[in-house]
């Protein structure tokens, strides 16, 4: 691997590292309820355990089977995580592109949706983008 190249992957990973760090203040107390962690192509997947329960529990709104901060991939079990792994791998390379911005810009694009009377999430920029990958990685 050249120089060069190491060097735009520690860029990458970096300017995506305060997004990353929340999904890693969330691992010990997932860890500790049973859930197990992978590496898996440069993220760490994160699945089992309690999460399912504790997901369970979010007014019904902000459930989800899997979400996604910088490298940290949280999936409230491994099928679950397999089924929405390529997806979730579109959000960290959005996360890769908009660093610490992809936050506020993703709960931005929510808002603007929200207001327009669209589906928050559904209609998301960020989320068409990540089914729009999916869709067309499958043609
Ligand atoms: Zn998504």
């Known amino acids: 691997m050249s120089a060069r190249r190491r060097i735009r992957i520690l860029l990458r990973y970096g300017w995506a590292s305060p997004c990353s760090l929340i999904g890693l203040l969330l691992v010990p107390a997932v860890f500790l309820s049973g859930a197990t962690v992978r590496v898996v192509a440069g993220t760490l997947e994160v699945a089992g355990g309690r999460i399912a329960a504790w997901i369970s529990r979010l007014p019904h709104c902000l ?3 899997a979400i996604t901060f910088g490298h940290v991939i949280l ?3 491994y099928a679950s995580l397999a089924v929405h792994r390529e997806h979730e791998r579109v959000h960290v390379r959005q996360y890769e592109r908009w660093g610490i911005l992809f ?3 993703y709960c931005g694009s929510s ?5 327009q009377g669209r589906n928050p999430y ?3 920029r960020f989320e ?3 089914r ?3 869709q067309s990685s499958k043609a």
């Open 111 to 115: 808002l603007i949706q929200l207001l």
């Open 63 to 65: 459930r989800f089977s």
């Open 103 to 105: 936050l506020p810009l």
């Open 132 to 134: 729009e990958y999916k």
């Open 75 to 77: 999936a409230d079990n």
């Open 122 to 124: 559904l209609d998301n």
């Open 128 to 130: 068409r983008q990540a």
